[in-house]
C-alpha cells in the first residue's frame, strides 16, 4: 500500500517543485543499525524528502532523530512505543497506529470486568517492550492493580531469562500479559507450549497477533484462554473514511501486483496504516 499511495499520487498528478516523487523502499528487519545505514544510503543518493517507517519501535527513536536532524518528517505506521509522542524529543516525527498508551484503558477495563487483580507481565528488551510494560505499569499502580512478576524475554538470545515454568508454578496469578512483537510473540507461546503452562490454566493477553500457521496442528487445542490486543481501523467502529481513494489504492494493487492481493476484505490493517501514513505524508508536502 506504501506502493500504491505514491503511483496514486501520480495519477492525480501531484509534484514537488515539478517533479513527481519517486521512492526507495528498504526492509530493516528489526535491526536499528540496518534502518539507519539503509536510511543514510537513500539520503546520500537522492533527495530524500521524508520516510515512511519505521515499522519498529527500536528503529523508530533513531530514525526519527535523524530525520529531526535532516529537517525531513517520518511518518511511522506500526511504531508504538510511548515516549514517541515526545514532541521535544521527535518533533519531527509522527504515526497513524496509536501509541501504546492508549491500549492501558482497556486493559484496566478488562480488569476490572473480570475482577483480576493481579498479573504477569512478559516483555522484549527493547524500546516497544520496556514502553509498553511502563505505560502498563503506571496504569496498575493508579487503579490499584499489581504486577506480580516482571519477565524479560531476550531478543538477542531469543530466550526468556529465568525458569518460567516455575514462575508460573510458584505464583497465584493466572493472567498473563506478553507484550512482544509478532516474531517474539510466537517465540515465547513456543516456549510455553512445550512447558504446557498455556490453557487452560492461564488467561493469556497478547500485544500482537500470531498466525495458526506458526504452529504444529496438535498444539491447536491447547491455544486457548488467549486474548489479543490490536489496533483497527476506523471502519470496524463505523468512523468515516475515504472510500473512493482507498478503492482506486486497491485497483492500483491488483494492477500491479495481483498475486499478493489478498482481495479488500482481507488486507491487513497495517497495510492500509502504511497506505496512511504515505498519503498525509505526500499531502503535507
Given at each position: ?9 501520480r495519477q492525480y498528478n501531484i509534484k514537488i517543485d515539478g517533479e ?266
Open positions: 500500500m506504501f506502493k500504491a499511495a505514491l503511483i496514486l499520487s513527481f516523487i519517486g521512492w526507495q523502499a528498504a526492509q530493516t528487519g528489526g535491526n536499528a543499525i540496518g534502518a539507519l545505514r539503509s536510511t543514510c544510503q537513500a539520503v546520500i543518493t537522492t533527495n530524500v524528502i521524508g520516510i515512511v517507517g519505521p515499522a519498529y519501535s527500536r528503529e523508530a527513536s533513531i530514525i526519527a532523530a535523524f530525520a529531526h536532524s535532516d529537517n525531513i518528517p517520518a511518518t511511522s505506521y506500526a511504531a508504538t512505543e510511548p515516549d514517541l509522542s515526545d514532541r521535544n524529543a521527535y518533533p519531527n516525527f509522527y504515526r497513524t497506529v496509536t501509541s501504546d498508551t492508549a491500549v492501558t484503558l482497556p486493559i484496566v477495563k478488562l480488569f476490572t470486568r473480570y475482577n483480576w487483580t493481579s498479573c504477569i507481565i512478559i516483555y522484549q528488551n527493547d524500546e516497544f517492550g520496556s514502553g509498553g510494560t511502563e505505560v502498563i505499569s503506571n496504569a496498575f499502580s493508579e487503579n490499584n492493580l499489581i504486577i506480580s512478576k516482571l519477565v524479560v524475554f531476550d531478543i538477542a538470545t531469543q530466550h526468556i531469562r529465568g525458569d518460567l515454568k516455575d514462575i508460573l508454578s510458584t505464583t497465584s496469578t493466572r493472567t498473563i500479559i506478553v507484550w512482544a512483537d509478532d516474531y517474539h510473540t510466537s517465540l515465547i507461546l513456543q516456549i510455553v507450549l512445550n512447558f504446557h503452562i498455556l490453557g487452560p490454566y492461564f488467561t493469556w493477553i497478547l500485544s500482537s497477533t500470531v498466525s495458526f500457521n506458526s504452529f504444529n496442528q496438535t498444539m491447536y487445542t491447547k491455544l486457548i484462554g488467549m486474548l489479543i490486543l490490536e489496533p483497527i481501523i476506523g471502519s470496524v467502529v463505523n468512523a468515516p473514511f475515504n472510500t473512493i481513494l482507498l478503492n482506486a489504492a486497491y485497483q492500483i494493487w491488483q494492477q500491479y501486483e495481483p498475486e499478493t492481493f489478498p482481495g479488500p476484505t482481507k488486507v491487513d490493517y497495517y497495510a492500509l496504516f502504511a497506505f496512511d501514513a504515505t498519503w498525509t505524508l505526500i499531502q503535507s508536502l
